[in-house]
């Protein structure tokens, strides 16, 4: 059965890591747009795969700070790195960064990035200091809009959730997407975080 919970329900949110700890892909809402959550784990993007159906890309990494960013990064040692961390986290900025060589394949992308936000959410720190890291990306079947509403999801995502995570009072624009791989980086999706707020530091 899908529980329904709210994210400033800290008791819930126990439930809800477990839950994600045992495999389950739960969707809420967030600072950013409507998400979907699993594990960082194999078992974890294949579920994200089948519910979005598709499998031909990784998933963005939710860690709680820049610390944690620094264990799947030797970006953020970075000048550059760390100057954007410091400016733009925790908030709606996702990162794709080359990740550390030792990493899971299944957490990188076939170029050796790895895309990382730190999110500006209390309810989603609250769960990253239980499960340090998730698996995060938009509460959609692959190429369909994004809901606006948990109550506009998909029925067939809907039905592959154990836990619906937040209110109903509509979804936030998008993270900006910049990314780091090459020199000079480059913004792939301008959300929330403006170019022109980014360029001093591009």
């Known amino acids: 059965m899908i529980q329904r919970v709210d ?30 959550l699993a594990a960082v784990t194999f078992e974890g993007k294949q ?61 990188k992308s076939k170029t050796g990035g790895i895309a990382i936000r730190v999110p500006d959410h209390a309810g989603l720190q609250q769960l990253l200091s239980k499960v340090e890291t998730l698996f995060s990306t938009s509460a959609n079947l692959s190429g369909q809009p994004v809901p606006q509403h948990l109550s506009d999801l998909d029925p067939s995502i809907e039905a592959q959730m154990s836990y619906l995570i937040g209110d109903d009072k509509g979804a ?14 480059h913004i792939i999706r301008e959300g929330i975080v403006s170019k022109n707020r980014l360029e001093a530091y591009l």
């Open 7 to 36: 994210w400033n329900d800290f008791i819930a949110l126990e439930d809800v890591a477990k839950a994600l700890q045992a495999g389950d892909v739960v969707a809420g809402s967030s600072d950013t747009v409507l998400g979907l």
């Open 172 to 185: 936030i624009v998008a993270s900006t997407i910049v990314d780091c791989t090459q020199e000079p980086p």
């Open 47 to 107: 579920k994200l795969d089948q519910v979005k159906k598709r499998n031909d890309m990784p998933y963005l990494v939710l860690v709680a700070s820049v610390d944690e960013a620094k264990k799947l990064s030797p970006f953020f040692q970075t000048q550059k790195g760390a100057q954007l961390a410091d400016a733009f986290w925790p908030g709606p900025l996702t990162l794709i960064v080359p990740a550390r060589k030792d990493l899971p394949e299944y957490m």
